[in-house]
């Protein structure tokens, strides 16, 4: 139980453009989603959370309009990356909050190349 | 601040040799500290939720403990497909203004070799 679907898995795009990562929840319903970005050798760094159906938290320093994250759904969120540039490649994770006895569920990761 | 430090950043280990893991922490209430196993371009896979100092747990070949101020994650007779990265978290109590947040730390990458 406690599956969280993360996808793309892998996505390159140019730089200037847009692209959104979606994660699901499958088998329960995730009230709050965790958005992290992880760079090699690296520990998690979380930049968001959101809450359904309300305005998403920002971490100091993550730019809210950069980074625009989704959750209109009890599972659904997504985090999508407005005009992408080199330096946002990096590895982005979601964790689901709520389902304290599978210990917050991860999605599997997109791993953004902007080229 | 909480925070969270692993050590060693990277071990190798021949198969069948045991070892250890640590993880130090400040926080200022303890919620809960978690283990978690990242293998390469994949999201943390849970293992292990500790709780109160002197609480241990076990799964396969793993066995966490936990103290006040650390966690060790100790590795019995591992074998090549332990090798990843083991990441470890700390979460605040919610009576000293936490929440769900978890501070993670840097992971240490285990490497067994056959």
């Known amino acids: 139980g406690a599956v969280v679907s993360q996808h793309p898995s892998r996505v390159i795009c140019k730089s200037g453009t847009s692209v959104k990562i979606e994660c699901r929840s499958l088998d329960f319903q995730a009230t709050t989603m965790f958005w992290y970005r992880q760079f090699p050798k690296q520990s998690l760094m979380l930049m968001a959370t959101s809450n359904e159906g309300s305005k998403a938290t920002y971490e100091q320093g993550v730019e809210k309009d950069k980074f625009l994250i989704n959750h209109a759904s009890l599972t659904l969120s997504t985090l999508t990356v407005t005009s992408a540039h080199p330096e946002d490649s990096s590895f982005y994770i979601c964790?689901?909050?709520?389902?304290?006895?599978?210990?917050?569920?991860f999605g599997s990761g997109t791993r953004l190349t902007v080229v | 601040e909480d925070q969270v430090t692993q050590s060693p950043e990277a071990l190798r280990l021949q198969e069948g040799e045991s070892s250890s893991l640590n993880c130090s922490y400040t926080v200022s209430g303890l919620r809960g500290l978690f283990w978690y196993r990242q293998d390469p371009g994949k999201g943390p896979e849970f293992l292990f939720t500790l709780y109160s100092a002197g609480e241990e747990k076990e799964k396969e070949r793993l066995k966490a403990t936990l103290t006040k101020k650390e966690s060790f994650l100790h590795i019995t007779a591992p074998k090549p497909e332990d090798s990843a990265t083991y990441l470890c978290a700390v979460q605040a109590s919610p009576l000293q203004g936490g929440s769900e947040k978890l501070v993670f730390g840097k992971g240490t990458k285990l490497t067994v070799n056959p």
């Open positions: 964790r689901a909050g709520g389902v304290a006895r599978y210990g917050y569920t």
